[in-house]
C-alpha cells in the first residue's frame, strides 16, 4: 500500500461527466498507477477536514501515473469531490488496496455490470480480453439516460449487451435476461462475474447457480471505510456447513457468489440510506448558501 506521490495533493489530470450522477477522473498517483490492477480499490480523502471513501480502481496508465476513479454522486463526501475540476487536487490517494480479481486462466467469461458497477466491471474485462480471453459482456442500467461506459465496453468484449429497465436503448429488461438465454442455449463460460447492486448479484448468483458454473461477486457495494473499522462491510459467507464472517474491505472485494448471505447484507446496506441523503442535502444547501453569497 502506497500513497499516490511523496507530496501532499494529487492532481486531478482530466474529468468527465458520463450521466448526470456519475463522473470519471484520473488522478495523477504514479506509485499508485504502478501497482494497481483490476478489482482493488483506494482510499481518498477530498481534504483535510473529508471522511476517507473507497472507490474501486476503474483504471490506470502506468506511463502517465494515472489512476482512474469513476463514482457516483450519493453523499456529503462524493458531492464535494464531484466540485473539484482539472487542475484542482485532492488531498489524500492511497492504495492499491484489496485483492484483485482471479483472472489467470480463463478462456470464456461472462461480465454482468449493473449501473456504476460497470466501471469496476470494466477493467476486468479489459485484462481479460488481453489475456485472449473470449468476453461476454452484459450491462444494465434503468434508463438511455444512465447508461455508461458503452464503447469502451464494445472494445474489451467480443459480445455485449445492454439492458435496460425503459426500454429506452437496447433491450429491455434486466440483466438476468440475455444470461439465462445464453445459458439456457448452451452457453457455459468459466467464470460469471458480477458487479453491480446487491439484489441484482443475488438474482444473477442464481441464474447461474443450476448450471454450476463459478460466479464471482464484487461486495465492493457495502465497503464504507474501507479498512474493516467500522464493520459495515462485514458479510456472512456459508462455508462447508458454517457460517464464517468476512469483511469485503479486506477480505476480498471478491467473494464466491454461492456462499454470499445476499439477504443479510442488503438489509445491513439499507441502514446506512438515510444517514447519506441528509449529507447529501446539508451539503446541498451550504453550496446552495454560498452561491446566494457569491452572487
Do not use: W
Not at 506509485?31 to 480523502?45: D, M, N, S, T
Not at 476513479?69 to 492504495?95: E, H, K, P, Y
Amino acid at each position: 500500500m502506497t500513497k499516490g506521490r511523496d507530496d501532499t495533493v494529487y492532481p486531478i489530470k482530466a474529468k468527465q461527466a458520463l450521466n448526470p450522477t456519475v463522473t470519471r477522473m484520473e488522478i495523477y498517483a504514479p506509485l499508485v498507477a504502478a501497482k494497481a490492477q483490476p478489482g482493488q480499490f483506494v482510499i481518498l480523502r477530498v481534504d483535510e477536514e473529508g471522511e476517507r471513501i473507497p472507490l474501486t480502481v476503474a483504471g490506470y496508465d502506468r506511463d502517465q501515473g494515472t489512476v482512474t476513479i469513476i463514482f457516483q454522486i450519493v453523499g456529503a463526501t462524493t458531492l464535494a469531490l464531484n466540485q473539484r475540476n482539472v487542475g484542482d487536487c485532492i488531498q489524500d490517494f492511497v492504495g492499491p488496496l484489496g485483492l484483485a480479481t482471479e483472472t489467470e486462466g480463463l478462456q470464456n467469461v461472462c461480465i454482468v455490470g449493473g449501473g456504476v458497477g460497470c466501471a469496476i466491471a470494466l477493467p476486468i474485462a479489459q485484462k481479460l480480453r488481453a489475456q485472449g480471453c473470449r468476453v461476454t459482456s452484459i450491462i444494465g442500467f434503468r434508463s438511455k439516460e444512465l447508461l455508461i461506459l458503452e464503447d469502451e465496453f464494445r472494445v474489451a468484449s467480443d459480445s455485449v449487451y445492454v439492458m435496460n429497465d425503459d426500454g429506452s436503448y437496447g433491450e429491455k429488461g434486466n440483466v438476468c435476461v440475455p444470461l439465462n438465454r445464453l445459458l439456457e442455449n448452451g452457453e457455459r463460460f468459466d467464470q460469471v462475474i458480477t458487479i453491480g447492486p446487491l439484489i441484482m448479484m443475488k438474482f444473477v448468483v442464481e441464474a447461474v447457480r443450476p448450471y454450476g458454473l463459478p460466479c464471482t461477486v464484487s461486495m465492493n457495494p457495502i465497503m464504507i471505510d474501507g479498512t474493516g473499522m467500522c464493520g459495515g462491510c462485514r458479510l456472512t459467507l456459508h462455508q462447508n456447513g458454517e457460517n464464517v464472517t468476512r469483511f469485503a474491505c479486506v477480505d476480498g472485494p471478491d467473494f464466491n457468489g454461492y456462499e454470499v448471505d445476499f439477504d443479510e447484507a442488503i438489509s445491513r446496506g439499507a441502514m446506512y440510506r438515510d444517514f447519506e441523503r441528509h449529507a447529501y442535502d446539508a451539503a446541498c444547501n451550504l453550496l446552495n448558501k454560498e452561491a446566494a453569497l457569491d452572487a
